[in-house]
């Protein structure tokens, strides 16, 4: 089937403008995750954590565990998928068209060294692979939209690889504005985003552009907007920050953060068996919730030493009793 980013199914057209993004964040966005932000304020489109096609490949469901669960009201919802071997990425896009995604981006952008051996930010220097990746996506008739950053090892690689990448009818592209050397550890370069939007009017004026990097919350994401013009705007760790920051200026109180924290509970004992998640990884969600507030960081440090759900329920209890 020829793919263009005018297919019918291209969910990413009917967005409305700006939209924003809920970044793919590995053991972090998965089903659980997601309900706890839709329920804190949605985004317009949801990413999953990604997931390896090579992997799928060999070893099947077991590679992916749960990351690739989701349930009927986790929409519109983007599988993100990483790999280097075409046949494998086709094998696995076919498989998320089956799952009934409403999209599938590609990973090339990782900077771990376990992804750099066949995919993520090392196609960057690989841009025939990356092209061969695209095309293989596409035959699962899914919108394709990559996420990836400005470069390898410089800035100035951006306007070559983003040329590649805008060249091949992507629905859309969201870029991190660092390379993959700066890490994280520096500022993203917004600076750049009136030539790289030039450029992609000028490439492929319909591919949706979404820009990402340090965006803490809507109103942050709407001053770039502003500014910029831009179509959409991702935002990863701003979540942890402040798991409302979809929602425009809302600073919620500890009550409503300890309710979010009792759904994530929920969540985490309804889906664990199936996400093949231990209790451990739960941890690091205890200072989203508990922060700010006399007596935070005893009640966290509590948390981190409790070894289930059960135990984590009753030191809240005994934290609302207290504040009774
Ligand atoms: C814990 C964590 C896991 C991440 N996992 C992924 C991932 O699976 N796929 C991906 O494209 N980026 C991943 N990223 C990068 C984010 O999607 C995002 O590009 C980066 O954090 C910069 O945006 P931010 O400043 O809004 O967080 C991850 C980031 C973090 C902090």
């Not at 469901?61 to 990483?82: N, S």
């Not at 750099?116 to 196609?123: F, H």
């Not at 750049?192 to 450029?199: D, H, R, V």
């Not at 007596?295 to 934290?319: C, I, P, Y």
Request: with cysteine.
């Amino acid at each position: 089937m020829e793919y263009s980013t005018r297919n019918q199914n291209n969910f990413w057209q009917d967005l409305p403008q700006p939209f924003f993004v809920l970044a793919p964040m590995e053991a972090v966005t998965d089903v659980v995750f997601r309900h706890v932000i839709r329920r804190a304020g949605a985004p317009d489109v949801f990413f999953t954590e990604f997931a390896n096609a090579t992997g799928w490949v060999h070893a099947g469901e077991k590679a992916i565990r749960g990351r690739l669960l989701k349930t009927k009201d986790d929409h519109p919802i983007v599988v993100q998928i990483w790999g280097g071997e075409a046949g494998d990425m086709e094998a696995f896009a076919k498989y998320c068209a089956e799952l009934k995604y409403d999209g599938i981006d590609i990973n090339m952008g990782c900077p771990a060294k376990s992804a750099v051996k066949s995919g993520g930010s090392a196609l960057i220097r690989k841009p025939e692979v990356a092209i061969e990746a695209i095309a293989a996506a596409k035959t699962s008739g899914l919108p394709v939209s990559v996420k990836t950053r400005l470069g390898y090892t410089y800035v100035e690689e951006w306007r070559d690889w983003l040329t590649t990448l805008l060249q091949q009818d992507i629905a859309a592209l969201t870029i991190h504005l660092r390379t993959k050397k700066e890490m994280s550890k520096v500022v993203a370069h917004y600076e750049l985003i009136p030539e790289i939007k030039a450029l992609r009017d000028e490439i492929s004026p319909s591919t949706r552009l979404i820009i990402n990097g340090d965006i803490r919350d809507r109103a942050h994401g709407l001053k770039l907007v502003q500014q910029y013009d831009i179509d959409g705007i991702m935002i990863g760790r701003g979540v942890f920050a402040n798991p409302f920051c979809f929602q425009e200026g809302h600073k919620p109180s500890k009550q409503e953060l300890i309710s979010l924290l009792t759904y994530h509970l929920e969540l985490f004992d309804q889906y664990q068996a199936e996400l093949g998640r231990p209790f451990e990884t739960l941890k690091r969600f205890f200072k989203v919730y508990i922060r700010d507030f006399d007596g935070a960081s005893d009640l966290r440090f509590a948390l981190m030493n409790s070894t289930s759900t059960a135990e984590v329920r009753k030191l809240l209890e005994t934290e609302h009793l207290r504040l009774d």
